[in-house]
């Protein structure tokens, strides 16, 4: 199948320079909502000889609300917004506690970092967490990141911190990000109920068959599955970022993966993106959708920017410098980018010639769209 290999070529991470490992609800926190000490020291272990030997490392930590809803009696298993909120907040300090307990072994001082989707997506908010996040690992610091599920102002929703990881990844221009979870890696079915499973040692590239091969997410704790670590993988190896998935539930998982252990390694693309374009090729949350025709779709093909004569529609609600979708005539995402216009003044300018722009909205604009310097294809 496109996309595939048969044999795992790439190395494991000897030659990793800056590494994002991405830790799971349930590896970390046990069914009774207990950190699990022994695995948690033996996981810092292997981040501090990896730091050792010159790594920089990022962890992207869930298991706040695991853990604090222990401590608030939360037992029901479903649990209210506002009650996943308060578990957040409980037990963010306990698992910054136990990290910073665990790390100060090795004499590793921790940074904690809460970040918000909105915090990798707004350009300013970006940046400034970009810098943050450089300036602590320049002082030798371990950064913890997780989401900032206390302020989350709707649903929490699932599998946030894969993306979550993948964002920092292409954030930082990390060269590996590790998704430690509870499975070896990528199978051609889910492997809990189908024998017959192939693993797959290698993906060159994410393509919709192997997009098909993601299972559901698993029940308990952990709130991701496969399905968001493939949008994680997207979004890390569009960036230039080599992403493996490994099995975590050992103790020295990361020992294990950079002694060669059976591993899933999705391999970046070959051109790295600038800062700004790995932006934009991230972005999670795009506001509106431009729809095109097939001229505006050969034109973006080749590299040219959107212009307004190719737009056939505009669809939600963003303003200029917004993240947009662009979308070919049957709706399927061809490539996104930052609007030089409103949603309002695109529809007014809709599949009319640039020259006209200033008789229609009366000012001189861009000429495009969506500049070509603003524009991923996908």
């Known amino acids: 199948m496109t996309g595939l290999r048969k044999e795992q070529t790439h190395p494991a991470l000897?030659?990793?320079?800056?590494?994002v490992v991405k830790i799971g609800s349930a590896l970390l926190v046990d069914e009774e909502g207990r950190l699990r000490r022994q695995w948690l020291d033996a996981l810092t272990d292997d981040v501090a000889a990896l730091m050792q030997r010159g790594c920089e490392v990022l962890l992207v930590s869930s298991g706040a609300i695991a853990v604090g809803r222990r401590h608030l009696g939360?037992?029901?298993?479903?649990?209210?917004?506002?009650?996943?909120?308060?578990?957040?907040?409980?037990?963010?300090?306990?698992l910054a506690h136990a990290y910073q307990e665990s790390l100060a072994r090795h004499d590793i001082t921790v940074a904690q970092i809460l970040l918000t989707l909105e915090d990798t997506e707004e350009r300013r908010r970006h940046l400034n967490a970009r810098s943050t996040l450089n300036t602590l690992l320049r002082l030798g610091t371990l950064p913890v990141i997780n989401e900032n599920d206390t302020v989350a102002t709707t649903e929490i929703r699932v599998g946030d911190n894969d993306r979550l990881a993948a964002r920092v990844a292409a954030m930082l221009g990390c060269d590996t990000l590790v998704l430690l979870s509870d499975i070896d890696g990528l199978y051609t079915a889910d492997p809990r109920g189908n024998p017959a499973a192939e693993f797959i040692p290698e993906v060159a590239e994410i393509t919709p068959g192997i997009e098909a091969m993601a299972g559901v997410a698993p029940t308990g704790y952990s709130s991701g599955g496969m399905v968001t670590k493939l949008v994680a993988g997207k979004i890390a190896t569009g960036a230039g970022c080599r992403m493996a998935i490994a099995d975590g539930r050992r103790l020295n998982p990361l020992k294990a993966v950079d002694e060669g252990a059976r591993c899933t390694w999705f391999l970046a693309s070959v051109e790295p993106r600038t800062a700004r374009k790995r932006w934009i090729a991230g972005s999670l949350k795009p506001a509106g959708r431009l729809l095109v025709d097939a001229g505006a779709l050969k034109a973006l093909k080749s590299g040219k920017s959107l212009l307004p004569a190719g737009v056939t529609g505009v669809e939600g609600r963003f303003e200029r410098g917004d993240a947009v979708l662009v979308c070919d005539p049957a709706g399927q995402e061809v490539a996104r980018g930052l609007a030089a216009y409103s949603a309002a003044d695109a529809r007014l300018i809709a599949g009319h010639k640039s020259r006209e722009i200033e008789a229609i909205l009366g000012y001189r604009g861009r000429e495009e769209l969506i500049h070509r310097d603003d524009l991923v294809v996908s």
């Open 14 to 19: 000897a030659d990793a320079r800056r590494l």
């Open 74 to 94: 939360l037992t029901h298993k479903a649990l209210r917004l506002e009650e996943k909120q308060a578990a957040a907040a409980t037990g963010q300090i306990r």
